[in-house]
């Protein structure tokens, strides 16, 4: 499977699941996979709503995660974020996915 395919398929598993569609309102992708020549694992940010229980969320995507990482031989992780707390958070590890993410 293509680096592009691998993400295009995380995408689709995650959005087309009836809870995370509702929650979502961005998928960002950051870290080496930016850079697929030196790309380790695959890391994602999920921005969601305000109201999103994230326990709910993680137990949701932690299921495509672990079947991703096994389907394609690489680390898959993903980090929830209420929408309020992206915009308003500035630490080191926002201004980074912010500034070098890719959105999916």
Do not use: A, W
């Not at 995408?11 to 996979?33: A, D, P, T």
């Amino acid at each position: 499977m293509s680096m592009d395919k691998n993400i295009e398929g995380i995408k689709n598993e995650i959005m087309n699941h009836k809870f995370c569609k509702l929650v979502i309102e961005e998928l960002i992708l950051f870290g080496s996979y930016i850079n697929p020549k030196r790309s380790k694992d695959i890391d994602l940010v999920c921005v969601v709503k305000d109201d999103t229980d994230l326990y709910l969320l993680m137990k949701t995507i932690s299921t495509i995660m672990s079947i991703y990482s096994r389907k394609i031989g690489m680390l898959v992780t993903c980090f929830p974020i209420h929408n309020s707390q992206f915009k308003k958070v500035s630490s080191q590890f926002i201004q980074n996915v912010k500034k070098n993410g890719r959105k999916l």
